[in-house]
């Protein structure tokens, strides 16, 4: 083992070399650097405004929903590591790939079929594009190649995903020249519990309608737009865009990237709906936040057409596809999950943050609070300042990760009612200091 860098050689070399996300080179904010995390939480190499511990408010990105360090998803990869951490997955496979395939077809809605595995959400939704494509090129329809979305959405960071992002917010704007054209329909009327607006829905139809020639899909985040903007909406909006797909001959992409493995209560957003989609994208909570892999399943219509089609091959293959390691604790990560009354956790951390939430819309600057399963939001009326919002978060001892106009979290499930109200007593007071 080579010799321990102090913390401060650290981050000269992490200044020097190393890219954070959605930042410049080098970066303007200092990183914290993190010894290790057990639980819900984190701890720093060295104590950060007089802490040695922060509670995790962010779940890593949505993703390690049983807390770090679990025995039980650790003796999954240690397990796995002892007999092969990875092999190729073309003309090979194995138990833990095999295994997963077939538990996500046991969960997610029928008539889901078939799991293609990727390494990243964002390739997961670059495959499930092209599969969406190639289906209606392999039925003779070529026309169909462009894709329909709302407004808000976010579904990654590579060219496909970028394209159907929010054409306004983000940081995609950029690029508008040079991605593909989609049809955008206006953001779904905010709200989990509001009835959809009949002159909303009537335009949504009317525009699959008159797009449906050129369409090979549509494509949203189901209930929760994430990254987008952390908007939630009735799941009614789902079953208007089911009918109007089968009525039009339009492919249905649900990205269930944030929102799968029980984060806004139902296992799946879709089940809010009671509708499937043709394909369904997974990722993030997927291994329980340990290893990169995510996930595009499809219907045996879609894979069908795909296979009997010109070229009757999905040609995609990651390097890393079907990793052993990352299949086993997502496998494991699973069981875990559907062990426990898993709903009874997320309802209990939504009653904490809905509790330790409300106080804050009246605070100043405040213009919303909402709360759906195990994701609390605070908007505010301006952009927030990130570096004085996460300091103020720190001072309370817990670690959120603001943006735009938005404080918020989505804890891990395991996270005890006192650390959920320490979370949203970090939030309100990051929304004080944003
Ligand atoms: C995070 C996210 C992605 C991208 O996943 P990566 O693993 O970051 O590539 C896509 N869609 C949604 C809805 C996401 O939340």
């Known amino acids: 083992m080579p010799e321990p860098l102090s913390t401060t050689e650290l981050l000269a070399l992490d200044r020097e070399h190393v890219w954070h996300p959605y930042g410049p080179m080098p970066g303007r904010q200092e990183p914290l650097v993190v010894a290790s995390a057990s ?26 929903i049983h807390g770090y360090n679990h025995p039980v998803l650790n003796d999954a990869v240690r397990g796995q590591l002892e007999r092969m951490s990875h092999v190729m997955f073309g003309g090979l496979t194995h138990e833990p790939a095999v295994r997963l395939a077939a538990r996500l077809v046991e969960i997610t809605p029928e008539p889901l079929r078939h799991v293609f595995l990727a390494d990243s959400g964002s390739v997961s939704v670059e495959v499930a594009v092209k599969m969406s494509l190639q289906y209606w090129r392999s039925l003779g329809r070529p026309a169909k190649r462009r894709l329909l979305t709302w407004r808000g959405g976010y579904h990654g960071d590579t060219w496909q995903p970028m394209a159907v992002c929010d054409p306004d917010g983000g940081m995609h704007h950029l690029w508008s020249g040079a991605l593909p054209r989609h049809v955008f329909a206006d953001a779904p009327p905010a709200g989990f519990d509001t009835e ?42 789902l079953r208007v865009l089911r009918e109007a797909c089968d009525e039009h001959e339009v492919l249905l992409i649900l990205d269930e ?4 493995f029980g984060r806004t209560g139902a296992l799946f957003a879709a089940d809010h709906a009671g509708i499937s989609p043709d394909v369904m994208c997974l990722g993030k909570a997927l291994t329980g936040g340990y290893l990169t892999m995510a996930a595009t399943l499809c219907t045996s219509r879609v894979a069908e057409g795909i296979s009997s089609g ?21 496998g494991a990560s699973i069981d875990l999950l559907l062990s426990q009354d ?21 605070l100043p600057g405040v213009r919303d609070v909402r709360v759906l399963g195990a994701i609390g939001v605070v908007q505010l009326d301006h952009e927030v ?35 959920v109200a320490l979370i949203c007593a970090a939030v309100r007071a990051a929304a004080r200091a944003g």
């Open 385 to 419: 300042d990130m570096a004085a919002a996460t300091r103020a978060a720190v001072g309370e001892g817990v670690w959120l990760r603001p943006f735009r106009d938005l404080v918020y979290t989505m804890p891990p499930y395991v996270t005890g009612d006192e650390d």
């Open 196 to 237: 959809p607006d009949p002159a909303y829905t009537a335009r949504l139809r009317e525009l699959i309608a008159r797009h449906a020639h050129d369409l090979a899909a549509v494509i949203v985040e189901p209930v929760v737009q994430g990254a987008g903007g952390m908007r939630f909406h009735h799941p009614g909006l």
């Open 310 to 330: 010109e070229v009757p091959v999905l040609a995609h293959g990651p390097t890393f596809m079907g990793n052993p390691l990352a299949a086993a604790v997502a």
């Open 342 to 362: 898993w709903q009874a956790e997320v309802k209990r951390v939504e009653a904490g943050l809905r509790e330790g939430l409300a106080a804050a819309a009246e």
């Open 257 to 260: 990237i944030a929102t799968g």
């Open 39 to 64: 639980g819900v939480r984190l701890r720093p190499a060295e104590p950060v405004a007089g802490r040695t511990e922060l509670v995790d408010g962010m779940s890593s990105w949505w993703a390690a």
